[in-house]
């Protein structure tokens, strides 16, 4: 098994606050791994750190060997490290299919001039950049909105096409934060499901914060637990659920 | 006509910026710079006897527009990092302190400024300036609408949308956010150039904070969503004072209203302004929203 992400002993403070406490952690090529806490245990933050929101207080971060730590976020996503956001984060006034093309944008091969004049190489990567954003509008049910603006679509529609978008830049890792918030019970059990196929279909690795405990043990192969920004278990899901020290965090006995 | 041509090509140097949501006033910056290029190089350095060529005058623009793009990505740098209303300070700074280094500065003929540039044509209201202003807005033109349909311009819209959002999909909001505050700032050199010969004179006075905001109503007023509103409204603005001073002329109208309609551009502009952002928010020329297809339930 090969190490795609290694996240080595990475710590960012706020002011007084530790948010990420000298974690370590590595993510291996082509494994779900679950992230998962109480609220405010750094999740989020970590994501952040991992994909250049936030530079770390101190730390390393390496992708595929290389050190990326300190990349601006646009680099460290052309390397192939996508997102979505807790609180979905789309382009609100730009339609389905647009939100989808902009995040194809960095595979252009295409010079601006080339596009402007749309020269015949520029307008047969214009069309295969469509039918790409095509494929992945219906691979994740959003055929019929295509036209829609994001900000109108219902809100599983908007996390979906979050997802649509982020596999838009043909991602080696997948970062999901918290994808089944907000999702009625009938998506949560499809969302499991989906998120194996894209797996197989992408050659992916995904990292998942969720909250959704059956998800998480149902789904992932490894599960790390954070607790006020500490590392405080790591291992298989069945593992980690009878970990003392989680039990003790989960239900503060 | 050459006025309206003039002021529209203007108003989309104003437009590319705002495509990555970078509020810039420093159009009439570049401009001034762009004018004082092609007054200069006329004046002082070529002599030519008789008409003025017009391959020159060419020359004059896209050298004024590659002189303004450097300047702009020097500048842009920096104050671009700025956001909002802040860069928009930042860039009436520039347009202040461009006229009062032309004011003081020689080469540039201080308050009196560079008068007698040559003219390539010889009637007296150059309407034939038209044969240059027209293409160069209708080229601007199209280009701007070719950008809009293409990758870059998705990641100026990006950017504008969520700026956040855009970085974490690959787009480098520093480079595209320069990239569009450089094309503006060629085009407004190219649009100064032709300007300083089709006016015959060039000073300080061409590049002020007035301008900034005419030409920013140009924008606001017309529509900042969709490159037809900036056109549309340059062209209603620039022509609309010419109206005014007809209606002032009728003689019927009472004193303080025939000033107000002939002299009071900017009170107009202002009140204008003001209405329209009130009850078009959007601009005279909104963009088609998207036709909703059926939603079928699934």
Not at chain 1, 35 to 44: M, Q, R, S, V, Y
Not at chain 2, 67 to 95: D, E, H, M, N
Not at chain 2, 109 to 129: D, H, K, M, S
Request: glycine content about 10%.
């Amino acid at each position: 098994m090969t190490v795609l992400l290694d996240v080595h002993d990475m710590t960012r403070q706020f002011g007084g606050l530790v948010a990420v406490n000298h974690v370590s952690l590595h993510v291996n090529e082509g494994e779900i791994f679950g992230l998962i806490g109480p609220n405010g245990a750094g999740k989020t933050t970590l994501f952040n750190l991992m994909t250049g929101l936030t530079p770390p207080t101190s730390g390393k971060l390496s992708h595929r060997g290389q050190v990326i730590t300190g990349l601006a976020p646009h680099a460290i996503a052309r390397r192939g490290i996508a997102r979505t956001f807790q609180n979905v984060r789309l382009f609100g006034n730009q339609t389905a299919l647009q939100n989808v093309l902009i995040a194809q944008h960095i595979h252009g091969k295409s010079g601006m001039l080339a596009s402007v004049l749309g020269t015949k190489r520029a307008r047969s990567e214009a069309r295969e950049a469509h039918e790409r954003a095509m494929d992945l509008l219906k691979l994740t049910g959003l055929t019929y909105h295509q036209d829609s603006e994001a900000r109108n679509l219902a809100y599983g529609d908007q996390r979906r096409l979050e997802l649509a978008r982020a596999l838009a830049l043909r991602p080696n890792l997948l970062l999901l934060d918290e994808p089944a918030a907000g999702l009625n019970p009938a998506e949560k059990r499809s969302l499991s499901d989906f998120i194996r196929r894209i797996r197989q279909e992408f050659a992916l690795t995904i990292l998942l914060i969720e909250h959704h405990v059956p998800l998480v043990m149902g789904l992932c192969d490894r599960v790390a637990v954070l607790n006020f920004g500490e590392l405080i278990a790591l291992g298989n899901p069945a593992d980690v659920q009878h970990d003392p020290a989680v039990i003790e965090a989960y239900l503060g006995a | 006509m050459v006025a309206m041509v003039l002021a529209a090509t203007l108003a989309l140097s104003l437009y590319l910026p705002l495509m990555s949501g970078q509020l810039s006033l420093a159009t009439p910056g570049f401009y001034a710079i762009g004018g004082y290029v092609a007054a200069i190089l006329s004046t002082k350095v070529i002599h030519v006897t008789g008409p003025y060529p017009i391959p020159l005058i060419l020359g004059e623009m896209i050298l004024a527009g590659a002189g303004c793009g450097v300047l702009a990505v020097l500048i842009g740098v920096p104050a671009l990092r700025l956001r909002g209303v802040y860069l928009a300070l930042a860039t009436i700074a520039f347009v202040e302190i461009v006229r009062v280094l032309s004011l003081t500065v020689e080469f540039t003929g201080g308050a009196i400024g560079i008068f007698n540039i040559p003219q390539p044509f010889v009637t007296a209201n150059g309407i034939e300036y038209l044969l240059i202003a027209l293409p160069m807005l209708i080229c601007a033109a199209l280009f701007v609408y070719r950008l809009e349909r293409i990758g870059v311009g998705r990641a100026l819209v990006a950017i504008r949308e969520d700026e956040l959002a855009a970085d974490a999909v690959g787009i480098n909001p520093t480079r595209y956010k320069v990239l569009s505050f450089a094309m503006g700032a060629m085009l407004a050199g190219a649009v100064g150039a032709l300007s300083a010969h089709f006016l015959n004179t060039w000073n300080a006075r061409q590049g002020t904070f007035d301008a900034s905001i005419a030409v920013l109503a140009f924008v606001l007023i017309g529509g900042s969503r969709s490159f037809v509103g900036p056109i549309v409204g340059a062209m209603v603005l620039t022509a609309l004072p010419e109206g005014l001073r007809a209606v002032a002329g009728i003689g019927e109208l009472p004193v303080w209203l025939a000033t107000l309609l002939r002299d009071g551009r900017v009170i107009i502009y202002g009140l204008l302004i003001v209405i329209c952002t009130l009850n078009f928010p959007q601009g005279l020329i909104a963009p088609r929203q998207p036709v909703r297809k059926a939603v079928k339930s699934s």
